[in-house]
């Protein structure tokens, strides 16, 4: 049963969905953020999984404060920043609906990834407009996978998505959080919140095969397996094929999918 204060993360943290999350930069996940970079920003990055954006963060402002809702996923992030030889991170286990920071305490607050899989989305960008600074801002970003679109058509990818949505939902989450992320600023009283839109698009052979052997490993053999098998959203045959149609896809020379993204970026009075 899901817990409605700290709803299950559907994805988990198994190695294939880490070797996705590392893949994330600055640059292709918080360009929209790169404008208000700069070295003298105190910046808490919340949901850092495994710590791939806030390492880079890290070598463009003066200090990094990494929030995770437990020590055991905030080890990556330490070992992220470790192996990057990084010394201007600091780690903390919070709660992004109560977070222990006092208030207007960082120059930016971000997430990505995060609010479509909280709880109460609207509560968390409440509390992270609390801890920002007046004439800082908070940034968030998040996929819409209802809006996610791919070529070949393929009847098992379609049903990938559904299936993932039923879990995502089930676990207390919103998958199509990118095109609510405007909605839940303006109801959090985030006034003047300004949203954009931008996208991860994998087309060229090394792309494709990279992305549906992610999406084949993280539909078959982690967290998400057993979310949809135990759910009863998919049955084993069911992950198979899903799986299988992942791979076929990747190996198709006209194969296309794009991911896009909403983002809020808002400045506190």
């Known amino acids: 049963m899901t817990d409605e204060k700290n709803p299950r993360y559907t994805h988990g943290h198994d190695e294939p969905v880490l070797r996705s999350h590392t893949w994330r930069t600055v640059e292709n996940s918080a360009a929209y953020l790169m ?42 992030s330490r070992r992220a920043a470790q192996d990057a030889g990084v010394t201007n991170m600091e780690f903390a286990v919070e709660d992004v609906h109560g977070m222990s920071f006092a208030d207007d305490t960082f120059d930016v607050v971000h997430a990505h990834q995060v609010l479509q899989h909280v709880a109460d989305p609207v509560a968390a960008l409440r509390e992270m407009a609390r801890v920002t600074k007046p004439g800082g801002v908070v940034a968030v970003r998040d996929a819409d996978y209802g809006a996610m679109t791919w070529w070949p058509e393929t009847p098992g990818i379609e049903r990938w998505r559904q299936s993932y949505s039923r879990a995502a939902r089930a676990n207390g989450g919103e998958p199509d959080a990118g095109r609510r992320l405007l909605a839940w600023a303006h109801a959090a009283e985030l006034v003047d919140a300004r949203a954009s839109s931008s996208t991860w698009t994998y087309a060229t052979p090394d792309e494709r095969r990279w992305w549906a052997d992610l999406w084949a490993d993280r539909v078959s053999r982690t967290a998400l397996t057993e979310q949809l098998v135990e759910g009863s959203v998919a049955g084993s045959n069911d992950v198979d094929v899903m799986a299988a149609a992942w791979r076929s896809w990747g190996e198709h020379p006209d194969g296309w999918f794009c991911v896009p993204h909403g983002e809020v970026l808002w400045r506190k009075p």
């Open 35 to 76: 404008p208000h970079l700069t070295p003298e920003v105190h910046l808490l990055d919340v949901g850092a999984g495994p710590g791939t954006i806030s390492v880079d963060f890290a070598r463009r402002v003066g200090s990094v404060t990494v929030a995770e809702t437990s020590e055991d996923i905030l080890s990556l």
